[in-house]
């Protein structure tokens, strides 16, 4: 037998009432031509220099589990002393432990950039010195620089002599980027977000872990790809015990 559906009477289409005239809408913007100035210009300068490079990118993932809960400790003791503790300074100071990989330019010391999204554009003031600094210290200085960018008056002392560059796109989001290197440095950094996911540990055992990933990007005519492996493995294993720090940092 036919399906009841098709069985039931077909009733006759209603007549479909007559939509109101409406007037075409008008698109009344207009296209703007903005002059390029100050940083901004500069940026188009030192980019469009920089992907004359050869870069050759790198992308790992760390386990900060320790290091967050390291930070929670550390941070009620660092705003005691007036300072505001992120992950930056950890991240800052571990990177000046690795001269013998002669990963950044030949300059001896270690004067390390971090890209700041300031009100005037994405500024590149560095932290000098940093082998002499302790991770408060570097946190101080840190403070004292977005400080300055938020108010529009990093200077130039504040924005030379950079050897290497950490880029932390994961403050605002993301996991991986491709950071383009700022001449005449020969590799940056960009760190992902801190996410809570799961992974294995050594015993096989399901764990809750907190993990960021790293994205390098060095100039391929003077680092090769088996250097930077060493150097982000490094760099990895004290975030990842960052107990290890205490022990090996100046
Ligand atoms: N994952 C998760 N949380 C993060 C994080 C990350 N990767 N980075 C920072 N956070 C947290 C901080 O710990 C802090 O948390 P609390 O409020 O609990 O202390 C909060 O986010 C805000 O941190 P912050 O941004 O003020 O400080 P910071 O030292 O981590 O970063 C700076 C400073 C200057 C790097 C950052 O403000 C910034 O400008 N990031 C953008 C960089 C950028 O534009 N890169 C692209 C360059 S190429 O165009």
């Known amino acids: 037998p036919p399906p009841a559906a098709a069985a039931a009477p077909k009733s006759p289409p209603a007549a479909m009432p007559q939509a109101p005239p409406t007037p075409k809408p008008v698109f009344t913007g207009k296209d703007v031509t903005q002059p390029l100035t100050g940083f901004h210009k500069a940026m188009v300068k030192t980019m ?20 967050v809960a390291l930070r929670a400790e550390l941070k009620p003791v660092a705003e005691g002393r007036g300072v505001k503790l992120s992950y930056m300074p950890f991240f800052i100071k571990v990177r000046q ?16 950039g971090l890209a700041m999204d300031t009100s005037q554009g994405l500024l590149v003031p560095n932290v000098k010195n940093v082998q002499m600094l302790s ?12 400080a300055l960018g938020a108010s529009g008056q990093l200077g130039t002392a504040d924005l030379t002599g950079g050897t290497f560059t950490l880029s932390n796109i994961g ?58 492996c060493r150097f982000s493995n490094l760099w990895r294993e004290y975030l990842e015990n960052p107990a290890c720090m205490v022990l090996d940092l100046k």
Not at 48 to 67: Q, S, W
Not at 136 to 143: R, S, V
Not at 199 to 206: E, I, K, P, T, Y
């Open 97 to 112: 432990d690795h001269s013998g990989l002669t990963l950044c330019s030949l300059q001896a010391a270690h004067n390390i």
């Open 171 to 228: 403050s605002i989001g993301g996991t991986y980027a491709k950071p383009v290197i700022l001449p005449p440095e020969v590799a940056i950094g960009a760190l992902g977000k801190v996410q809570v996911l799961p992974r294995f540990d050594s015993a096989g055992q399901l764990i809750k872990a907190q993990i960021m990933k790293v994205s390098w990007s060095a100039d391929h005519r003077i680092i090769d790809g088996a250097t930077m």
């Open 135 to 146: 991770v408060l210290d570097i946190a101080k200085e840190l403070n004292r620089l977005q």
């Open 48 to 67: 469009t220099a920089a992907l004359k490079i050869p870069h050759f990118g790198y992308c790992d993932e760390v386990d900060v589990t320790r290091l």
